[in-house]
Every structure is written in structure tokens, then in C-alpha cells.
């Protein structure tokens, strides 16, 4: 039972390089989901999106893009990488069909450092 | 706004029961689910509360009371491994596909 994969699950970037964190899962699910987690500070949501081709900002989207071009794969894009997202980087998915209990199903992270 | 109010840290004694609390303020709401989260991992499902009253799982129970929002997480017969941090989250609008708002967590510590 795969879940929610993501890679990888170290890295470390230099101020303004790019790179592309991999989400995929293998549960059909609808809903995909980007958090980060700072030290003591709880997830907050970067992007989600409801199905294949649907994209919405959450809290903190600002240096991140996501795509969903397939119901699997949900990436996110840092394109000039800052200190300020040094980070862990949680990818989530969920099954909804509008019913309230919607359980989100978290992968093991991407623990990634920007010099 | 939405704001989620939980202890920061909380200390326990192996096979004692304790209580983390949580209190919302959000705009609507649609239901309060508790993770678990050990260190170095990825939060993991533990309870959902949507109409007032106690859920009950094992060890675990959940309460809501939606007229003062407030929820809290029982443990009972704590064990080392209930050792981690507890998200209460929120899904604050009328709805099952609006995302959820997360708490910081408690960092509950059992000890022997």
C-alpha cells in the first residue's frame, strides 16, 4: 500500500535555484493538497486542487506554483528559491464528495534547506 | 478570519489520562478532526467530531461543543509511544471541499 509518495525527502538548495517536489498517489483520490511546516507553527496550505486540471491558492502561495495534469501527480515548483522556504513540505490527498468527513491522507515529507 | 487556539506543550505520566484542549474561531463551520504527529513524521488520522458530543475510539475519545467552540482529545492509559504532537484542524466554511485550517499542535510528553 503505497499512499501518498513524495520525493525526495532531503534537500538542500541554493538562494534562487529551482527544483520540482514530487507528489503522486495511488488511491484515486480527488483532492491533493500542499502544506508547509515550520518549527512550532502548525501546516499551512501553499495549493490544493479539487481534480485533474483544478488548482486553487491556499494561505501561503506566494514562490510556489503547482500543476495537475493527471489525477495521480500533484508537483510543486519553487522557481527562485528563498531562506524564507526553508521547510518541511507535506503533500496530502483526500476522497470528496462534498461529505464533511473528508480525511486527508499525508505522505513522509520533504525536508528541504535553502543556503 | 480563522484563528485555532492549543496548548504548546503539555507533560503526562505513562498510564495517567490527559486532555488537550482546543478552541475556533473560524467563519462556519463543517467539522474538527485530530492528527497525531510524531516526530520526523507525517501527520496520521486519529478522530472527527461534526455534532456536538463525545466519539469515542480506543483509548482516544474526542468531544465537540459547536455553541462554544471548543473540542478536546482524552487519552487514556497513556503509553511512551502517545508521545508526539496533537493538530486540531478545523474545516471552517459550510462545506466538505473547503480545505482545513490547522492548529500549531501540542507537544504532549508522556514519561514513565
Known amino acids: 500500500n503505497a499512499g501518498v509518495t513524495q520525493t525526495p525527502k532531503f534537500r538542500i538548495l541554493k538562494i534562487g535555484q529551482s527544483m520540482t517536489l514530487q507528489c503522486t498517489q495511488d488511491?484515486?483520490?480527488?483532492?491533493m493538497y500542499w502544506y508547509r511546516q515550520d518549527p512550532g507553527m502548525g501546516l499551512k496550505l501553499i495549493y490544493y486542487s479539487v481534480g485533474a486540471g483544478i488548482t486553487d491558492k491556499g494561505e501561503v502561495p506566494n514562490g510556489y506554483n503547482v500543476s495537475r495534469s493527471t489525477t495521480e501527480d500533484f508537483p510543486l515548483r519553487l522557481e527562485l528559491a528563498a531562506p524564507s522556504q526553508t521547510s518541511v513540505y507535506f503533500c496530502?490527498?483526500?476522497?470528496?464528495?462534498?461529505?464533511?468527513?473528508?480525511?486527508?491522507?499525508f505522505g513522509a515529507g520533504t525536508r528541504l534547506s535553502v543556503l | 478570519g480563522q484563528n485555532i487556539d492549543q496548548p504548546t506543550e503539555m507533560t503526562a505520566t505513562e498510564g495517567a489520562i490527559v486532555q488537550i484542549n482546543c478552541t475556533y474561531q473560524t467563519s462556519g463551520f463543517n467539522g474538527l478532526f485530530w492528527y497525531q504527529q510524531h516526530a520526523g513524521e507525517a501527520p496520521t488520522f486519529l478522530s472527527y467530531?461534526?455534532?456536538?458530543g463525545l466519539e469515542e475510539k480506543g483509548r482516544f475519545s474526542s468531544f465537540l461543543s459547536r455553541s462554544k467552540g471548543y473540542s478536546y482529545l482524552l487519552l487514556k492509559e497513556l503509553q511512551m509511544k502517545d508521545s508526539a504532537s496533537y493538530l486540531c484542524a478545523v474545516r471552517a466554511a459550510n462545506s466538505g471541499n473547503t480545505p482545513l485550517v490547522f492548529g500549531k499542535g501540542t507537544r504532549l510528553s508522556v514519561i514513565a
Open positions: 488511491m484515486n483520490h480527488n483532492y
Open positions: 496530502a490527498s483526500s476522497y470528496s464528495e462534498g461529505a464533511a468527513k473528508n480525511i486527508q491522507y
Open positions: 467530531n461534526v455534532l456536538d
